[in-house]
């Protein structure tokens, strides 16, 4: 996006700029040797980007494009501690957009383990997309999670299946995709959900082994608090990670 905003500005540096960064893709992105052989194309790339900035909403999103790049690059570095926080800060600044351009509303597709309220989604250490937007937004921020009981997913060219036995699972008997809005449930409902419980949790890459270990493809998460609602499917068909 920031090289294509501004190859409409400056087709010369924008060209030799692609060239730079070409070896920063989603394959290197841990490769320490190539983001610090990109460091100096992703300065050049926000510099060209500032200079050529004429105030247009396209020239703000190829700006942002240019920040992420360099985002990306850092984040060789300071790991999976860094990821989340960045997460947050660029959906913040397409919330505040959104917002001066009229929008109301901002919908987010991802990753349970990013967008959960409450960070128990994801057994990696650092703060969490979702727990920061929590915080932030607070009940403006709303929570759909999905999960299932039997569960199939692609990776790496193969199919791999397990089974999450949630004792939530009960609420959903009998169908084969059930929606809950837990400020809904009531009585014994409502004490299941405040309770621990197993939530199918797995990504890309997925090996074999995973899907013999609970504690591999699992998290335990309180549905109560984690999200507002859940979609939960009882019989998932293999899902392929998007790219």
Same mark, same amino acid.
């Given at each position: 996006m920031a090289l294509a905003w501004l190859a409409t500005r400056n087709p010369d540096a924008a060209r030799s700029l692609g060239e730079r960064l070409s070896r920063l893709n989603d394959g290197a992105l841990f490769n320490k040797e190539v983001a610090q052989a990109t460091e100096a194309a992703s300065a050049d790339l926000q510099a060209a980007l500032a200079a050529s900035d004429d105030g247009s909403p396209a020239a703000a999103q190829a700006i942002r494009a240019g920040l992420v790049v360099e985002q990306? @690059?850092?984040?060789?570095f300071e790991g999976v501690m860094a990821r989340d926080p960045l997460l947050f800060d660029n959906l913040?600044?397409?919330?505040? @957009?959104?917002?001066a351009e009229g929008r109301r509303h901002t919908l987010l597709f991802a990753h349970n383990g990013h967008v959960d309220?409450? $960070?128990?989604?994801? $057994?990696?250490? $650092?703060?969490?997309?979702?727990? +920061?937007?929590?915080?932030?937004? $607070?009940?403006?921020?709303?929570?759909?999670?999905?999960?299932?009981?039997r569960v199939s997913l692609k990776s790496q060219g193969e199919t791999f299946s397990f089974t999450v036995n949630a004792p939530y699972r009960g609420l959903f008997a009998g169908t084969t995709v059930g929606y809950l809005e837990m400020a809904a449930a009531s009585g014994d409902n409502a004490t299941v959900l405040r309770g621990s419980h197993p939530m199918a949790s797995a990504g890309a890459p997925f090996a074999a082994w995973q899907a013999l270990l609970p504690m591999a493809h699992s998290l335990?998460?309180?549905?109560? +608090?984690?999200?507002?609602?859940?979609?939960?499917?009882?019989?998932?068909?293999?899902?392929?990670?998007?790219?």
């Amino acid at each position: 996006m920031a090289l294509a905003w501004l190859a409409t500005r400056n087709p010369d540096a924008a060209r030799s700029l692609g060239e730079r960064l070409s070896r920063l893709n989603d394959g290197a992105l841990f490769n320490k040797e190539v983001a610090q052989a990109t460091e100096a194309a992703s300065a050049d790339l926000q510099a060209a980007l500032a200079a050529s900035d004429d105030g247009s909403p396209a020239a703000a999103q190829a700006i942002r494009a240019g920040l992420v790049v360099e985002q990306s @690059r850092n984040r060789a570095f300071e790991g999976v501690m860094a990821r989340d926080p960045l997460l947050f800060d660029n959906l913040t600044w397409v919330v505040e @957009r959104g917002a001066a351009e009229g929008r109301r509303h901002t919908l987010l597709f991802a990753h349970n383990g990013h967008v959960d309220r409450t $960070g128990q989604a994801n $057994g990696a250490p $650092g703060q969490k997309l979702g727990k +920061l937007a929590a915080d932030h937004y $607070g009940d403006a921020y709303r929570t759909i999670g999905t999960d299932g009981h039997r569960v199939s997913l692609k990776s790496q060219g193969e199919t791999f299946s397990f089974t999450v036995n949630a004792p939530y699972r009960g609420l959903f008997a009998g169908t084969t995709v059930g929606y809950l809005e837990m400020a809904a449930a009531s009585g014994d409902n409502a004490t299941v959900l405040r309770g621990s419980h197993p939530m199918a949790s797995a990504g890309a890459p997925f090996a074999a082994w995973q899907a013999l270990l609970p504690m591999a493809h699992s998290l335990n998460v309180v549905p109560a +608090l984690t999200w507002d609602a859940v979609i939960y499917v009882w019989d998932a068909h293999p899902t392929t990670p998007l790219p």
